[in-house]
């Protein structure tokens, strides 16, 4: 079991859509994100294939969907993953409640894009995971096929009272993260005060993701022969644009 599972599955799953501003401020973002990196409508006369690892409540698969694609969304999250069969109703979006390690168990076609986002990576164990999940992107993507990730680059600790981040509020919900850094991980905790009744219930759970930094995972897509064909840095999310080396296209 990964270390997140129990967290989600305790305390952030049930409001996670919440906390991140709700699925339309999202999926305008995705939107934006994609036209940015130049992802567009898919060529009528053919469906195009998509994946989208660690999928959550689908903020990135329902607008790739919307551009034509055909997605396959994977996700460990029992609850997320509901919730998002019942967003896509009626969409080109499978969701499957699974490993995303275990990609290649569910499609043996090769795919036009891949999407791994929001600090997904971050949630595996090891930066071995991470390789071998890269490894497994790029036997999976067609030869001119692209591989969209996001995540927080950690290059820097936060200390004293920055260590406090105040996530989310409404009149019901107040969420805040604690974090602390160590030389290759960062040890997570969610506070939430939810209002019951006018009271209001304080629950706490922890979980703890890799370290990522910028420069380490340019060196990792470049071990498992991906090069990167654009990058961003939004709200604090480095977005990179890869693909297949040259050298390893068929």
Not at 45 to 65: C, E, I, N, Q, V
Not at 133 to 162: C, P, T, W, Y
Not at 165 to 170: A, G, K, L, M, Q
Not at 189 to 210: A, G
């Amino acid at each position: 079991m990964y270390s997140f599972q129990e967290h989600y599955k305790q305390t952030l799953a049930p409001y996670y859509t919440r906390v991140y501003g709700g699925t339309e401020k999202n999926y305008a973002l995705a939107r934006s994100i994609f036209e940015g990196f130049g992802i567009t409508a898919a060529e009528t006369g053919g469906a195009r294939s998509a994946a989208d690892l660690g999928s959550g409540s689908g903020f990135f698969s329902l607008p790739l969907a919307h551009l034509g694609y055909q997605v396959l969304a994977l996700d460990l999250d029992p609850y997320l993953c509901e919730e998002h069969r019942k967003l896509c109703k009626d969409s080109n979006v499978q969701v499957i409640c699974d490993d995303l390690l275990n990609l290649p168990g569910y499609s043996s076609e090769k795919m036009d894009i891949i999407l791994c986002m929001t600090d997904t990576l971050a949630h595996l164990e090891s930066e071995e995971q991470i390789l071998a999940l890269l490894r497994m992107v790029a036997d999976s993507l067609k030869s001119d096929g692209s591989f969209l990730i996001s995540f927080r680059d950690q290059s820097n600790s936060l200390e004293d009272d920055h260590r406090f981040i105040p996530f989310y509020s409404d009149s019901e919900l107040i969420a805040t993260t604690f974090v602390e850094f160590s030389e290759s991980h960062v040890n997570v905790t969610d506070i939430l005060y939810i209002l019951e009744q006018e009271n209001w219930r304080m629950q706490i759970s922890s979980y703890k993701k890799l370290r990522l930094t910028r420069n380490r995972m340019k060196e990792l897509l470049d071990e498992a022969n991906l090069h990167i064909i654009g990058q961003e840095s939004i709200r604090g999310m480095d977005y990179l644009l890869t693909g297949r080396k040259s050298s390893q296209r068929s």
